[in-house]
Nanobody, 126 residues
Framework: QVHAVESGGGLVQAGGSLRLSCADS????????MGWFRQAPGKEREFGSA????????HYADAVKGRFTISRDDAENTLYLKMNSLKPEDTAVYYC???????????????????WGQGTQVTVSS
């Protein structure tokens, strides 16, 4: 199983950038599809991006496509999310998650991800 710990969140002005990291201490990271999800106050957790053995390698939600980039370093057991051109509506707790069940048709479903980090807060001021 994956034990994921997120870091890199914080307060940033609109238009700014942040890079989130998700580190796994169990050294099993490379065998999982990894995803980033986010949850804003009063809203359901939503898919952001995923990386793994998909046909194109990655998937992005329309809300972040072109602004966010997901990447992974399997040798370092670390997942990254580079976020550019941040908007106030990007404010949320960001979670990384690991899955062995997701595929090209189910990558956005939270119930396909078995292991979750504790989350890191991202706040974008206007």
């Amino acid at each position: 199983q994956v034990h994921a710990v997120e870091s890199g969140g914080g307060l940033v002005q609109a238009g700014g950038s942040l890079r989130l990291s998700c580190a796994d201490s169990t050294r099993t990271f490379s065998s999982y599809i990894m995803g980033w999800f986010r949850q804003a106050p009063g809203k359901e957790r939503e898919f952001g991006s995923a990386i793994g053995w998909f046909a194109g390698g990655t998937h992005y939600a329309d809300a972040v496509k072109g602004r966010f980039t997901i990447s992974r370093d399997d040798a370092e057991n670390t997942l990254y999310l580079k976020m550019n051109s941040l908007k106030p509506e990007d404010t949320a707790v960001y979670y990384c998650a690991a899955s062995r069940r997701a595929d090209d048709s189910t990558y956005y479903l939270t119930d396909k991800y078995a292991f979750w980090g504790q989350g890191t807060q991202v706040t974008v001021s206007s």
